[in-house]
């Protein structure tokens, strides 16, 4: 298939192609259009919907507020169960989730577009700046959480209900984590992650220390002799390896890297990509890294995955965005050997696979695409220092139903404990679970002080 020697550059395309290509993917509905949505829900008694959803919001409610037009109470019964509830409108993948479940999903109809309608609700509340809730009264108790991702926002949101006094701790230099560093651009434009960390802070009570790092700066036996209790919501931090040869050539990257430093940019032209670009993964962030290249103005855009299409982590409909944009995507192909050109990525060799008696195994059989530029996006590893004695498994913090860790006063939360399930609406019913227990566990311990029920 030959080599390309064209480099990685950035603004290959005229400035305002990456305002189109960047803008929303699901544009927000306006009012008749919610009110149109909304009326099509058949507001079930025992609505499937509610149980497919994670954070177990009273969706049928929601949807009947929106349609009597009360978008304001709508966006309450969405935040009294998840306060990042913005955010998950717009990058939870309901087709697999709420909407699957939908009982109008039929082969002769769609379902109802919950997502839309939530983001409807909860950006009329936000952009009007409601605050539903106060704080109780004092405790007394400090709690430090580690991480100002998903789970940790959730979670210190709720403890600053209920009175607790909150401290975050986070390695970067913004908050939000996934939601600001590792979803796609065109998920969440305007600076919306940071918006919405603005409202969840603005209950009060919460103090974020930014650049702090476990194990850096800090362990968590110095959290549990300062604080009476502790949450950790870490997070993915590693990428895996790939193990081959030439894994180290300049024009291999990781691909979260490309998506933060994406979400970073203000331009996106600034962000440089190859003409010819190879992903190797199979799931959500193989997907963004791939669209987005596409996006930037590669010509000629792979995704290549060891397992079938039905294997694939990533949803059915975010397969066919990738295909939509004209990203080519490979099956039964495991990388080999990284081609390589005056030290730099020239293309990738890579050898078919299949599956004998439910195992992978490689063929023998081999191919080259050429490739200038190409990003691993073949799972995240869970790297945390500073933990002391917390019991581990599979490299995940262990951790009972309510997210109570081995250790005295130490909860976690979201992609670091085992079971994790890497979406954003996961992290976040775990991080406010895990406060009710913490408050639970502060009105057992003092039950005349003012932990709240």
């Known amino acids: ?4 020697q064209s480099g990685i550059l950035g603004g290959r395309l005229p400035l305002a192609d990456y305002e189109t290509n960047f803008s929303d993917l699901h544009p927000a509905l306006d009012r008749h259009e919610a009110l149109v949505a909304s009326d099509r829900c058949y507001f079930c008694h025992d609505a499937p ?4 959803c994670p954070t177990s919001i009273d969706i049928p409610l929601f949807i009947r507020q929106i349609s009597t037009g009360n978008p304001i109470g709508s966006a309450k019964t969405i935040f009294d169960q998840n306060i990042l509830g913005g955010m998950c409108a717009r990058v939870c993948p309901t087709e697999t989730l709420c909407e699957q479940a939908c009982v109008r999903n039929t082969a002769e109809e769609r379902p109802v577009e919950i997502g839309r309608l939530q ?3 909860t950006d009329i509340a936000m952009k ?5 809730y106060t704080r109780a009264a004092s405790s007394g108790q400090k709690v430090a959480v580690v991480g100002a991702g998903p789970a940790g926002l959730a979670c210190a949101h709720r403890l600053a209900v209920k009175g607790h006094e909150v401290v975050i701790y986070d390695a970067r230099e913004k908050s939000g984590g996934l939601n600001e560093y ?6 969440t434009v305007d600076d919306f992650a940071q918006s919405e960390v603005d409202y969840v802070l603005s209950i009060g009570g919460i103090e974020v220390r930014h650049g702090q790092a476990l194990g850096r700066d800090f362990s968590l036996g110095d959290l ?3 604080y009476d209790a502790v949450f950790l919501g870490l997070g993915l931090a590693g990428v895996n390896a790939l193990r081959i040869e030439g894994e180290n050539a300049e024009g291999l990257d990781d691909a979260v890297d490309f998506i933060a430093a994406l979400r970073q940019s203000k331009t996106k032209a ?3 990509v190859g003409r010819r670009v190879v992903v190797l993964g199979g799931g959500m962030t193989a997907i963004d890294a791939a669209v987005q290249a596409k996006l930037l103005g590669a010509e000629e855009v792979t995704i290549c995955y060891r397992r079938g299409k039905e294997h694939m982590n990533a949803s059915e409909f975010e397969q066919d965005l990738a295909a939509s944009k004209g990203v080519t995507i490979r099956h039964w192909l495991q990388p080999k050997r990284i081609a390589l050109k005056d030290g730099k990525v020239a293309g990738i060799e890579l050898e078919y696979t299949r599956l004998e008696d439910g195992k992978l195994t490689t063929t023998g ?5 050429a490739a200038d530029q190409i990003f691993k996006a073949i799972g995240q590893t869970f790297e945390a220092s500073g933990l002391g004695s917390l019991a581990f498994e599979a490299g995940r913090i262990v951790t009972d139903a309510e997210g109570k860790t081995s250790a005295a006063n130490v909860w976690a939360g979201g992609d670091c404990v085992l079971g994790g399930e890497d979406l954003t609406v996961s992290a976040v019913a775990m991080g406010r679970d895990a406060a009710e227990a913490i408050n639970r566990a502060f009105a057992a311990a003092t039950p005349q002080a003012s932990a709240v029920a």
């Open 1 to 4: 298939m030959g080599t390309t």
């Open 128 to 132: 009007e700046n409601k605050q539903f």
């Open 49 to 52: 919907c509610m149980t497919a």
């Open 224 to 226: 549990t002799e300062q």
């Open 119 to 121: 983001r409807y609700a």
């Open 270 to 272: 600034d962000i440089p």
């Open 182 to 187: 590792g979803i796609a651009a065109y998920k």
């Open 365 to 369: 059989e081999t191919g080259i695409i």
